[in-house]
């Protein structure tokens, strides 16, 4: 037996359910009532457990409907890979401006004397 939460279990079987594929994109996973009995919980932890995979972003419910499995998200850059993607905007734009005052023949602003 588990020391989490029974809803943090439900959670953890849903999110691995989801990541094995056996619930795909647009898949409605089980309904309350359906996990109440599964589970052998009452409303609010189930109601909790839907509310933790929501706010993970693996569900999204439709009041009345269900709840559906959603688009994975695209993973968020960390700081590092965003700053090497600014770097390497930063040195192609260095060029670029290289390239565009040798072609006008004056020398680039930080080579031009005061």
């Known amino acids: ?15 691995a359910r989801i990541e094995r594929g056996e619930y795909k994109t647009g898949d409605q996973i089980p309904t309350k ?20 995979l929501q706010q993970a972003g693996l569900i999204e419910t439709h009041h ?14 960390t700081l590092d890979e965003e700053v090497a993607t600014l770097r390497g905007r930063v040195t192609a734009l260095e060029g670029h401006l290289t390239a565009l005052y040798e072609h006008l023949g004056i020398p680039q602003p930080s080579e031009a004397t005061p």
Do not use: C, H, K
């Not at 037996?1 to 999110?15: C, E, F, G």
């Not at 009532?33 to 009452?42: N, S």
């Open 1 to 15: 037996m588990s020391n989490q939460p029974r809803y943090a279990q439900i959670v953890a079987d849903l999110r």
């Open 33 to 52: 009532a359906e996990l109440m009995d599964q589970w052998g919980v009452a409303l609010n932890t189930v109601a909790r457990a839907v509310t933790e």
């Open 64 to 77: 009345g409907v269900g709840s559906f499995v959603r688009t994975p998200p695209t993973p968020t850059p």
